[in-house]
């Protein structure tokens, strides 16, 4: 997998959630991760949300977009709704 960001961005989430986005890419690599469509956001490009798990345990929700074979971070936070989201479907994985 590629990844790209916009580095603005990137110090934006960094203020804001207290996460950089190479974290977010090391929970794209969790088996048990989650893909979900955002269709509130998505307009002339389609975008997701990816729940998954670093390696140090903490579960992340990404959300981005692909341009062709690329993954273009957008955001990322840890979102309760979506841990538990991610804890419910994992259990059974």
């Given at each position: 997998?590629e990844?790209?960001?916009?580095?603005l961005?990137?110090?934006?989430?960094i203020?804001?959630?207290g996460?950089?986005?190479?974290?977010?890419?090391?929970?794209f690599?969790d088996?048990?991760?989650?893909?979900l469509m955002?269709?509130?956001?998505?307009?002339?490009?389609?975008?997701?949300?990816?729940?998954?798990?670093?390696?140090?345990?903490?579960?992340?929700?990404?959300?981005?977009t692909?341009?062709g074979?690329i993954?273009?971070?957008?955001?990322?936070?840890?979102?309760?709704?979506?841990?538990?989201?991610?804890?419910?479907?994992?259990?059974?994985?």
């Amino acid at each position: 997998m590629e990844f790209e960001w916009d580095a603005l961005k990137e110090l934006i989430n960094i203020r804001k959630h207290g996460i950089p986005f190479s974290d977010s890419v090391e929970s794209f690599f969790d088996p048990k991760g989650i893909q979900l469509m955002d269709r509130k956001h998505s307009g002339s490009e389609k975008r997701f949300y990816w729940v998954g798990q670093t390696a140090k345990g903490r579960v992340l929700t990404t959300w981005f977009t692909r341009r062709g074979d690329i993954i273009r971070i957008i955001g990322c936070a840890e979102w309760r709704k979506f841990r538990r989201l991610y804890d419910e479907t994992t259990k059974t994985k």
